[in-house]
């Protein structure tokens, strides 16, 4: 009788966490419809055990943050290794244009780390504006490249840039519809 009990019990917790899986992957289907990148969305949030226990749009949107610190983080560390590099070292204009590209993905970073708190503070405008920020940061370093003449700009920082600007435009869209 009690291993029957037992039996019974173990078989409605694990419904309900079949069901409750389920019903966050639907509204991480349902968010990431609403976004540019609707692939990547889907991807990045099933990827991450806290997106699927998030129980509304904003609380998916601060793991989209969370992933595009990390994003930045990663561009940040390949600037200062390229730094460290002696190609870089003999050329004092790359130089200098990696450093500034370095010191925009700091503000990168800052500004991602402030739109999760004007998320969290429902602010939408705020979280909007710091996002556009990342955006401004990126174009930023390309331009210095660009205008530089110093080098071809690097395409392993054009690859990790162009994943960094779309999940910025997917957070941007689930941003958009917390309105």
Same mark, same amino acid.
């Given at each position: 009788?009690?291993?029957? !009990?037992?039996?019974?019990? &173990?078989?409605?917790?694990? *419904? #309900? $966490?079949?069901? =409750?899986?389920?019903?966050?992957? /639907? ?12 692939? !990547?969305?889907?991807?990045? &949030?099933?990827?991450?055990? *806290? #997106? $699927?226990?998030? =129980?509304?749009?904003?609380?998916? /949107? ?118």
């Amino acid at each position: 009788m009690a291993s029957n !009990l037992f039996a019974l019990l &173990l078989l409605i917790v694990l *419904l #309900s $966490v079949a069901i =409750s899986i389920n019903a966050d992957k /639907a509204l991480i289907n349902k968010t990431c419809m609403k976004t540019h990148f609707y692939k !990547l969305c889907v991807k990045t &949030l099933e990827s991450d055990p *806290l #997106s $699927v226990k998030a =129980s509304d749009a904003r609380g998916l /949107a601060v793991n989209m943050v969370h992933f595009g610190v990390a994003r930045a983080s990663g561009i940040l560390n390949f600037l200062n290794y390229n730094l460290r590099s002696p190609e870089v070292a003999k050329n004092v204009t790359l130089q200098n244009t990696c450093k500034y590209c370095a010191g925009k993905y700091v503000t990168a970073i800052r500004s991602l780390r402030s739109s999760n708190q004007e998320i969290d503070k429902k602010n939408v405008p705020g979280a909007q504006k710091l996002l556009g920020k990342v955006m401004k940061s990126m174009e930023a370093c390309r331009h210095k490249f660009n205008v530089n003449h110093v080098t071809v700009y690097p395409v392993e920082l054009v690859h990790k840039e162009k994943k960094l600007t779309r999940i910025v435009a997917v957070t941007r869209s689930i941003v958009a519809k917390l309105a």
